[in-house]
């Protein structure tokens, strides 16, 4: 494929030289050349102006990584036309190539899920044929930099899906029974109180022990919203929380409980989380629903208005408190044990069930240290207060999506300690007992308009009068027939329909979606596989323990 030859001269704008007048074509050859050519992997090209050097990468791509692609982006609209005009039209045409003018992360990504499907990119490389880049070097790298950090995120998440997606689901249908005792967590609401979001990090201590000086002999007027693994750590110095948040779907979870069994303590409970949780606090419970992938039994039950009120799928309990805390509240949000980092010492904060683990087991010969601190995957970072700490790649992204989530918020505080910086403005712990110490003169005072504290606190809809029990029941049934026709089918007892066999795997996609080669792939990924016989055998397999599980509800 013949390259075009340089227009005469070189290319300038801004100031910028953009394409040298020696000889552009052959130095873009050059940068071609060098690339390491891998599957998988998406190329993003900056600015590529003329289009030189694509034809070659594209040859190389086709004979030594035909899984890989070229993502070609101009932030420049004149830069845009020039090259829609001068770029030899089989490239343009090439399904391997796109050229695109949109900086949008999210329209960017989901033009790659249209082009070449969700999960397609393990990596991504950037490759600069022209000198284009420096006009926009800050988006550019922003671009590249989310992308990389969305394939990231992509492929753990179908990690963990493959792992954990049969609990999910199996967790969720059970707790749908939930939904005609617990309401949901929009009618609970705090006004404009204040609220203190507590995660299990090691600079939870501090503040706990400064909010016990602070508060002693004093009624407490601002709320506290915690995660589960906090309630001992708050136990132990005598602080009841107004709301626990409960998001962990396995069994290991309910140690975070050890001495708060039928404690009055309300509870927001994820439909996905372990059921058992739900039964243990005596207080108030409010339900949530975090969709943990796409599945068509969610527009089901979204149809029937069972589910309750969704959460952002956020991967992190103490993510996911701050959250729910922005809902309650108009009031300001201090974050504190929202760390993403430990110390050589401590991984979580006192009292809570890791750091009693390790207590228990210490003797003269074994002294007290934090394995993770000397794990390979540990690394060195800097805390906000400028203590030396550690982390890990996945605490790092969590990091990232706080401030990506929330660092917009100006209602939102981080107070100082050993944890990584969030991306908000941080506060001493001094400085956050001042504010909660005005907040509670100022409401004690008849603050905020004199509003009536539990109509403000609680608006809760008497289940009894929702009528969900009745939806509930017909759901069950309705997905009870559903799974027996498939199996009717797939076992030759029914009549073999095709498209009736696709559209029932189709809609009861929570029986394979937490297979290894479909977990967090699109639809159109996931057709190839509905007439495998393999992928039909480990579809029957699924059913019966299924219908198993509904019938018992029942």
Known sequence: MQEKPLPGGSLVKNGKTLLSGIDPVRRAGKVCDAVSVKEKTLYFCPSPIYGWG????????????????????????????????????SILNNKRVHITKICDIEKIYSLICDLWGSMS???????????????????????????????????????????????????????????????????????????????????????????????????????????????????????????????????????????????KISAAIDISSLPASAKILNGESFLFFTPWTHLKIFERLKDARILPAAISPLGSVGLTAVHITRRLTRGKI???GLDFSFTADKYHARGTPGHRGKLNKKTRLLQFFNNAAFDETAIAAVSKSGENVYTNPVMKNYRALFEQEFG????????????????????????????????????????????????????????????????????????????????????????????????????????????????????????????????????????????????HII
């Open 408 to 551: 917009g918020d100006e209602r939102v505080y981080d107070i100082e300690g050993t944890g990584l910086p969030l991306g908000v403005k941080t506060l001493s712990i001094d400085e956050v007992m001042e504010e909660l110490k005005k907040e509670n003169n100022h409401r004690e005072h008849g603050g905020h308009g004199g509003e009536n504290e539990e109509t403000v606190r609680v608006r809760t809809v008497k289940p009894e009068v929702c009528g969900k029990k009745e939806k509930i029941n017909s759901f069950y049934e309705n997905e009870k027939k559903m799974l027996a026709e498939l199996r009717g089918i797939l076992t030759g007892e029914a009549e073999a329909n095709q498209e009736r066999l696709n559209a029932l795997i189709t809609e009861c996609d929570y029986l394979w979606a937490h297979f290894p080669d479909c977990a967090g792939r699109n639809n159109d990924s996931q057709k190839k596989y509905l007439n495998e016989k393999s992928f039909l055998k480990r579809v029957r397999a699924e059913i019966d323990p299924m219908l198993k599980l509904i019938s």
């Open 54 to 89: 694509l034809s070659r990468l594209l040859e190389r791509l086709e004979k030594e990584a035909p899984s890989s692609a070229v993502l070609c982006v101009e932030a420049d609209s004149e830069l845009f036309e020039l090259s829609q005009k001068n770029i030899d039209i």
């Open 121 to 263: 990119f393990r990596r991504i490389e950037v490759v600069r044929f022209t000198g284009g880049y420096q006009l926009f070097p800050q988006i550019y790298d922003s671009l590249c930099e989310m992308l990389r950090r969305q394939f990231a995120d992509d492929w753990s998440n179908a990690l963990t899906l493959t792992k954990l997606g049969r609990l999910f689901i199996r967790n969720c249908i059970r707790n749908l029974s939930l939904v005609s005792i617990f309401p949901s967590i929009s009618e609970l609401s705090f006004g404009e109180d204040p609220v203190l979001v507590l995660g299990a990090g090691p600079s939870l201590d501090e503040t706990l022990d400064a909010l016990q000086i602070t508060m002693k002999n004093t009624q407490r007027m601002f709320k506290i919203i915690c995660v589960d693994t906090c309630l001992g750590a708050l136990k132990d110095r005598g602080i009841s929380p107004d709301l626990v948040v409960i998001l962990e779907s396995q069994h290991w979870n309910l140690r975070d409980f050890i001495g708060s069994a039928d404690a």
């Open 334 to 336: 201090f974050c504190a």
